[in-house]
């Protein structure tokens, strides 16, 4: 059974920068896509980041384009979320997911992702 488990979130101020880390296990190949979703209280969990199994395209929401990155690290199974410029509206539960298909580029919905990490907390304050 394939898990990911999320580290790094936590409580800083508007402006500042944290970087998310999320480990899979559990599977004996890194070449499945990525992604980062987020949840904020009261709201639907929406579409971050993903990157694709290889590394060489990446895609972000609007709200995070210019601010967040997502990398990987095939050889840890592990992919990160890199947040500056953090605005108290980034406040969420971040989730790391990633699929069961090999070499599938999924989109933007939850619903094309079958794992999930248990979360790890994210707010900024203003």
């Known amino acids: 059974q394939v898990q990911l488990v999320e580290s790094g979130g936590g409580l800083v101020q508007a402006g500042g920068s944290l970087r998310l880390s999320c480990a899979a296990s559990?599977?004996?190949?890194?070449?499945?896509?990525m992604a980062w979703f987020r949840q904020a209280p009261g709201k639907e969990r929406e579409f971050v980041a993903r990157i694709t199994w290889s590394g060489s395209s990446t895609y972000y929401a609007d709200s995070v384009k210019g601010r967040f990155t997502i990398s990987r690290d095939n050889a840890k199974d592990s992919v990160y979320l890199q947040m500056n410029s953090l605005k108290p509206e980034d406040t969420a539960v971040y989730y790391c997911?990633?699929?069961?298909?090999?070499?599938?580029?999924?989109?933007?919905?939850?619903?094309?992702?079958?794992?999930w990490g248990q979360g790890t907390q994210v707010t900024v304050s203003s």
């Open positions: 997911a990633t699929t069961r298909i090999q070499f599938l580029n999924p989109g933007t919905s939850s619903g094309a992702y079958d794992y």
């Open positions: 559990g599977r004996t190949s890194s070449r499945y896509a």
